[in-house]
């Protein structure tokens, strides 16, 4: 099989594409040929050691895949045979086959494309467990009062999702983005208002479009912006901490003291890792609302195994609106 390999963490550029040995067929085990994979900005800092993980090399990136099951261990039901499932697995997405166990596959609706659903699981299970595990927002507490929540960096997956789901969650979103492709993206996923954050105050607007102050603020942006529109909240507001793409803002804590506001830590990875069983019941009720079309998943811009570097340099850079995934290069 073909596979992506990072020898050493660092530059994106050292990515090499390789003829590799097929991984063994374990009991409990299905292989699966790998139609798409998944491209996260997460990716990237795993390759480059800017993460606070450091996996041991040489390894093979990629976390999300889908993928059609071509063999079943003999303890395995051959029923699965030809499916297209998807699958969450750790390392090893960037390849052309995919070695994981059976009951970790994922049936996919028939509402989702290929390329839909091998990019959808990280940034949607984030946005599900923050709005509804860490700020508890539901449809039923949307309806009681008008909510406004603001998403940074909107035009990106992590931020499309919210918006996607802040929207089939009752909430008035406001999304800003750099660019006006970006800003198309999120109002076709339900935004109320967008912002240009390259020539917007975004702070101000947010506050002018929302009658004095958000409700909710969803930032995987961090950095300058982030600090600034933690003064976009209005009273008892919800400041989600999701990422730092702009780097690691410095919340000033007397703007978090004003106006009794909170600050909320999401990690969801590492929670999902410690809950299997609650994230299991997380991503159920995303896949019910897929199933629905409350919620729509971006469709990804596609590139091939060979440009790896090319996607996670445009993802790192913000080239990219929406998701991202890999294929195979006679498939692409």
């Known amino acids: 099989m073909r596979a992506v390999i990072c020898k050493e963490l660092g530059p994106l550029e050292n990515l090499s594409l390789e003829e590799v040995p097929t991984p063994p067929l374990l009991n409990g085990n299905v292989r699966l040929r790998v139609l798409a994979s998944g491209v996260n900005y997460v990716d990237g800092l795993l390759i480059q050691g800017k993460y606070q993980i450091k996996p041991p090399t040489p390894f093979i990136p990629g976390m999300e895949v889908v993928g059609e099951v071509i063999e079943c261990s003999d303890d395995v039901s051959a029923e699965l045979l030809g499916k297209r499932v998807l699958a969450n697995v750790g390392f090893g997405g960037f390849a052309t086959e995919a070695v994981v166990r059976a009951d970790r596959v994922i049936n996919i609706p028939d509402t989702l494309s290929t390329g839909q659903a091998a990019s959808f699981l990280q940034s949607y299970l984030t946005g599900w467990f923050a709005l509804t595990r860490r700020a508890h927002i539901s449809v039923e507490s949307s309806a009681k009062k008008e909510q406004w929540m603001l998403v940074l960096g909107a035009g990106s997956g992590v931020g499309l999702a919210a918006v996607d ?168």
């Open 165 to 332: 789901i802040g929207t089939a969650l009752g909430l008035r979103v406001i999304a800003a983005a750099s660019s006006q492709e970006k800003r198309d993206l999120a109002l076709a996923r339900g935004a109320s208002a967008v912002v240009d954050s390259s020539s917007e105050d975004v702070k101000e607007r947010a506050k002018e479009i929302s009658g004095g102050g958000v409700d909710v603020l969803y930032d995987p942006v961090g950095g300058s912006l982030g600090e600034t529109c933690l003064r976009a909240l209005g009273e008892d507001g919800q400041y989600l901490v999701i990422g730092f793409v702009g780097g690691i803002p410095q919340l000033p804590a007397n703007q978090v003291l004003l106006r009794n506001r909170r600050v909320i830590g999401v990690d969801w990875g590492a929670w999902a890792g410690r809950h299997p069983q609650e994230n299991a019941q997380l991503l159920e009720e995303v896949l019910a609302k897929i199933a629905t079309n409350d919620l729509c998943p971006v469709e990804p811009q596609v590139y091939s195994l060979s440009e790896a570097a090319v996607a996670l340099k445009d993802l790192e850079e913000r080239r990219v609106a929406g998701k991202v995934v890999l294929v195979a290069d006679e498939v692409k």
